[in-house]
């Protein structure tokens, strides 16, 4: 397992935009996979999206478009660049890691997105 310490999230007016980060660190391997879960008030936890150490993507369909999933391998961290945000992405916004093929996933301790209308 490795740490996982994220930042950027907070308020935003509807149609702007937050990038978020999340730095893996404690492990000598860079995680293969990281990406970003998010949770609204009285809703399961649902994917946003991911990105491999290769670079391979992938996104929730209603993120397509809006948010774009980058990294950069030599500083292991991850980040979320959310445009055209709608109250709907309000969220507590996780970030997890995976080190490799049978490894625990690593989560984040969350961090809040508010989107006012």
Request: with cysteine; hydrophobic share 30%; glycine share 14%.
């Amino acid at each position: 397992q490795v740490q996982l310490v994220e930042s950027g999230g907070g308020l935003v007016q509807a149609g702007g935009s937050l990038r978020l980060s999340c730095t893996a660190s404690g492990s000598i391997f860079s995680p293969n996979a990281m990406g970003w879960y998010r949770q609204a008030p009285g809703k399961q936890r649902e994917l946003v999206a991911g990105i491999t150490s290769g670079g391979s993507t992938n996104y929730a369909d209603s993120m397509k478009g809006r948010f774009t999933i980058s990294r950069d391998n030599a500083k292991n961290t991850v980040y979320l660049q959310m445009n055209s945000l709608t109250s709907e992405d309000t969220a507590v916004y996780y970030c997890y890691a995976i080190l490799g093929i049978g490894s625990r996933t690593s989560w984040g301790q969350g961090t809040q997105v508010t989107v006012s209308s």
